[in-house]
């Protein structure tokens, strides 16, 4: 067992626990090895007696080591640490985070991080994070291009969520497809919409959504011969109009369209409709339904919990589906 670094952030305990899961994370230490006694890692570490049992029987708790009378402690499993690293909080990437603790064994500890679309604060967790780590669920920083930085971690422990429209052919993934997707859950409401006049896609410039999302939308309108609108801008924003129905990524401008709507005395999946990208559960409740175009997120954590204990290669695009409710 090799020196542990302790710090004044984290108990003896627990830096005595992790230094180990750490030494069998990379192979120093292997199933079937022993560890110090009590006393000599005591010794060694400058810690108690009582600091080091207790860090032994958490590591036991774990699943990692054991120990008999006539061998001692000894290592029994491989440590299961897993990165999960996503872009940003929302009560859908609560759904699946959810659903991927749900399915993986109590065991499994699983470090969850959002990088906040913050190009540098991602490369740097990525780096910081290269071998202490037994697997790596990561969305990607870009939609259209492969960061670079993930090429430190081997293939087989990565896998990449949602983003993935550049070449990945060598690493497993689960993702949603923006472009096409778009236009065919359109297509299958187009019988709802025909009672409006317009669409409106609400896509402010700041957004980290796929761009090309404008291009699949744009191409439904002309197709069906709707006028249409895409607001990138405040400036652009000229109130509700009856007889419009608007596409809405964030939750923000839903609301703002909604009040919008109650002031000018316009019903929504009436004089004007409404979708929102991404489903989540307070959709079902507002304004008696609002539609909304999403993929199953809590599916998406189920796949890649079973990815994490299979480690059976994936490369899925999971199904875009029209959820409709009465604002349409």
């Known amino acids: 067992m090799s ?4 710090s004044n ?6 830096s ?12 120093r230490l292997k199933v079937g090895d022993n560890l110090l006694s009590i006393n000599e890692a005591s010794s060694l570490h400058k810690v108690s007696r009582d600091t080091v049992f207790k860090a032994y029987n958490e590591l036991k708790k774990k699943g990692l080591i054991d120990s008999t009378p006539q061998k001692g402690y000894f290592v029994t499993g491989e440590v299961n640490h897993i990165l999960l690293l996503l872009d940003t909080y929302s009560s859908f990437k609560q759904n699946l985070y959810h659903s991927f603790i749900a399915n993986l064994p109590e065991n499994y500890k699983v470090d969850l991080i959002f ?5 540098q604060l991602f490369e740097t967790i990525v780096r910081e994070s290269i071998g202490k780590y037994s697997m790596y669920v990561i969305m990607n920083f870009s939609n259209n291009q492969f960061s670079e930085t993930l090429t430190a971690i081997p293939s087989h ?8 429209d550049f070449e990945k052919s060598e690493y497993s993934y689960i993702c949603q497809d923006f472009n096409q997707s778009l236009t065919d859950c359109l297509t299958e409401g187009k019988d709802l919409l025909k009672k409006y006049k317009k669409l409106t896609f609400v896509f402010p410039e700041e957004l980290c959504h796929p761009v090309s999302s404008i291009e699949y939308f744009t ?9 249409y609108e895409v607001i990138r801008k405040e400036s652009d924003w000229k109130g509700v109009e009856a007889g419009t129905a608007y596409l809405c990524i964030l939750s923000e401008d839903l609301v703002k369209i909604i009040k919008a709507a109650d002031s000018a005395q316009l019903k929504v999946g009436n004089d004007i409709g409404l979708i929102a990208y991404n489903d989540e559960p307070v959709l079902e409740v507002i304004k008696d339904g609002i539609s909304s175009i999403s993929i199953d997120f809590g599916l998406m954590g189920e796949k890649a919990a079973n990815f994490i204990t299979g480690k059976q290669p994936i490369q899925e695009y999971l199904p875009t589906e029209l959820i409709v409710r009465n604002s349409i």
């Open 157 to 164: 422990k990565l896998l990449l969520l949602d983003f993935g």
């Open 16 to 27: 005595l626990a992790d230094g180990i899961s750490l030494s069998i994370l990379q192979g």
């Open 9 to 14: 952030s984290t108990s003896k305990i627990r």
């Open 219 to 227: 191409k439904f309108c002309l197709s069906q011969k709707y006028e």
């Open 3 to 6: 020196q542990i670094n302790f």
């Open 115 to 119: 990088h906040q679309y913050n190009e």
